[in-house]
């Protein structure tokens, strides 16, 4: 089992920067991909970012040359750099993870096994 906590959200001006944390515990060897995910208001969560244990990454649309993932692997711990931040960037911010590695080709919601609690980004 994993354990998924998230961290850094907080409330910005449009054009700022965030950076969110997750730090992983428990059987984290087990896994392939951990990626970030959103939930606005009224909307459904949407695969943000991936990154799978092979290096490679995956990017929503909307946020491709603005968001960031990476991760340090001697902390156990997944990043997400979020710069230019809009308001429709605002929502509630999900560490996901999955032993399985296709996780990470499809940023889909189903894929991906263990969850974090979210962690909340304002963008005004």
């Known amino acids: 089992h994993v354990q998924l906590v998230e961290s850094g959200g907080g409330s910005v001006q449009a054009g700022g920067s965030l950076r969110l944390s997750c730090k992983a515990a428990?059987?984290?060897?087990?896994?392939?991909?951990m990626g970030w995910f959103r939930q606005g208001p009224g909307k459904e969560r949407e695969g943000v970012a991936g990154?799978?244990?092979?290096?490679?990454?995956a990017y929503a649309n909307s946020v491709k040359g603005r968001f960031t993932i990476s991760q340090d692997n001697a902390k156990n711990t997944l990043y997400l750099q979020m710069n230019s931040l809009k308001p429709e960037d605002t929502a509630l911010y999900y560490c996901?993870?999955?032993?399985?590695?296709?996780?990470?080709?499809?940023?889909?919601?189903?894929?991906?096994?263990?969850w974090g609690q979210g962690t909340q980004v304002t963008v005004s």
């Open positions: 996901a993870a999955n032993p399985d590695g296709i996780a990470c080709r499809t940023l889909l919601e189903r894929d991906f096994g263990y």
């Open positions: 428990g059987d984290t060897d087990s896994i392939s991909c």
């Open positions: 990154l799978g244990s092979d290096g490679i990454t």
